[in-house]
């Protein structure tokens, strides 16, 4: 620890490369309006802990690039989380649209 609020420093092999905030193309964005279902898969060469992955942040970043409308129950059924071990460290997040037959009603 040091004085600095008591982090530490994690050492970059640990950390996933930082791809910054650049936008998907235009015409490869997909784009979801009705209910979906969230899952999210960590690839990572170290066992480590399964909240590593920010769900939140996934959320968040989905809605702030237009992939998903909004991140509330009105439009996210479920949220799943995976961690795997492999040589190949990513995150993959897969979307699938819900048909559940349910009818809103006002």
């Known amino acids: 620890m040091n004085e600095d609020n008591n982090r530490t420093s994690v050492s970059s092999p640990y950390l996933e490369q930082d791809h910054g905030h650049a936008a998907f193309p235009a015409n490869d964005t997909p784009t979801f309006d009705s209910l979906v279902s969230v899952r999210v898969i960590s690839y990572r ?11 939140k942040a996934v959320l968040d970043g989905l809605v702030a690039f237009g992939i998903l409308v909004d991140d509330s129950a009105k439009q996210i059924k479920e949220v799943t989380f995976e961690s795997r071990k492999s040589t190949i460290e990513r995150t993959v997040i897969e979307i699938t649209g819900v048909d559940d037959g349910v009818v809103e009603s006002a």
């Open 45 to 55: 060469r170290y066992n480590h802990d399964t909240e590593g992955v920010s769900l």
